[in-house]
């Protein structure tokens, strides 16, 4: 995985079984903060078993949760 860009697979275990998305998320993905792992789930990067859904949606053991993360946006510097 590249942590900047390209997609994650998760699973959730029997301990996370009930869980929202976006703490799942969240804490399996340290480098993201869940506000910015909320923002991923509202504009359909994140995915549970192909569907988009929720963050407030609850996780269960077998499924798989697909975590696209978009390339960073880089911002043009314009010299004065």
Do not use: C, M, N
């Not at 998760?10 to 998320?25: K, N, S, Y």
Request: glycine fraction near 6%; charge should be negative; hydrophobic fraction near 35%.
């Amino acid at each position: 995985l590249d942590a900047d860009s390209g997609t994650v697979e998760l699973r959730p275990t029997r301990d996370d079984t009930g869980e929202r998305l976006d703490r799942f998320v969240a804490d399996a993905l340290p480098e993201f903060s869940r506000a910015y792992v909320q923002e991923l789930i509202e504009q359909g990067h994140v995915r549970v078993d192909g569907f988009e859904r929720k963050p407030k949606f609850k996780v269960t053991f077998g499924q798989v949760v697909t975590v696209e993360v978009p390339e960073p946006e880089v911002e043009e510097i314009v010299p004065e």
